[in-house]
């Protein structure tokens, strides 16, 4: 089955600097690329997705980029702000319908 | 719309005790999953059902049952339960789009404790 690993297991950050988390998957069949961001105590919430025929997206202060040849993706997050703090994980669709795997999961700590 | 909603938000359960754990979305989504949340481990699925009437299992199924009563209901049901079950456990529902997309919307999540 899928397996995606991503790093890293923590972040540390200055408000105002950017960010960068990295994930690789395995399944080359692999389309679909959805960032979720966890809150403490809260729900995971999706932020960006990306599907395989596309290498970029962008949406306000966050991106993500997709390289299919090498197996990864990448979430950006610039201008970073206190209440960018959270649980960042991300995600992969294989083979099976519908099945997300997901990563280890990335806490990121934006510092005032 | 309430999306996806989930019952008990707290449990606490005794080794060997059974338990139900109740999820339903309000957004016609065809497919449900069940997954458990453990510090360092991300989310890991335990069951899916892709459409009313068929359930398949994840990457953690042992020790647990589930069962699609709807098309908005999906429960998850531990038979006896150990302190390896001790966990966040999350559902959520998508629905495939015509882009091909699967985006999942979660439930708040259940924070079961067995003792």
């Known amino acids: 089955g899928e397996n995606v690993e991503q790093h890293p297991s923590t972040l540390s950050v200055q408000e105002g600097d950017s960010a960068v988390i990295k994930c690789t998957y395995s399944d080359s069949a692999s389309n679909y690329f959805p960032w979720y961001k966890q809150e403490l105590g809260k729900r995971p919430q999706l932020i960006i997705d990306i599907r395989s025929n596309v290498g970029e997206k962008k949406d306000q202060r966050i991106a993500v980029t997709l390289n299919k040849t090498a197996k990864h993706f990448s979430l950006h997050i610039t201008e970073t702000q206190p209440e960018d703090s959270a649980v960042y994980f991300c995600?992969?669709?294989?083979?099976?319908?519908?099945?997300?795997?997901f990563g280890q999961g990335t806490i990121l700590t934006v510092h005032p | 719309n309430a999306g996806v909603t989930q019952t008990p938000k707290f449990q606490v359960l005794k080794t060997g005790q059974s338990m139900t754990l109740q999820c339903a979305q309000d957004?016609?989504?065809?497919?449900m999953y069940w997954y458990r949340q453990d510090p360092g481990m991300g989310l890991r699925l335990i069951y899916y059902?892709?459409?009313?009437?068929?359930?398949d299992k994840g990457e953690v199924p042992n020790g647990y049952n589930v069962s699609r009563l709807n098309k908005r209901e999906f429960s998850l049901r531990l038979e006896s339960a150990a302190p390896s079950q001790t966990s966040v456990y999350f559902c959520?529902?998508?629905?495939?789009?015509?882009?091909?997309?699967?985006?999942?919307?979660f439930g708040p999540g259940t924070r079961l404790t067995v003792l």
């Open positions: 995600a992969a669709k294989g083979r099976e319908y519908g099945k997300l795997t």
């Open positions: 957004m016609n989504h065809n497919s």
């Open positions: 959520a529902s998508s629905v495939l789009s015509s882009g091909g997309t699967d985006t999942q919307y």
């Open positions: 059902s892709a459409s009313e009437g068929t359930t």
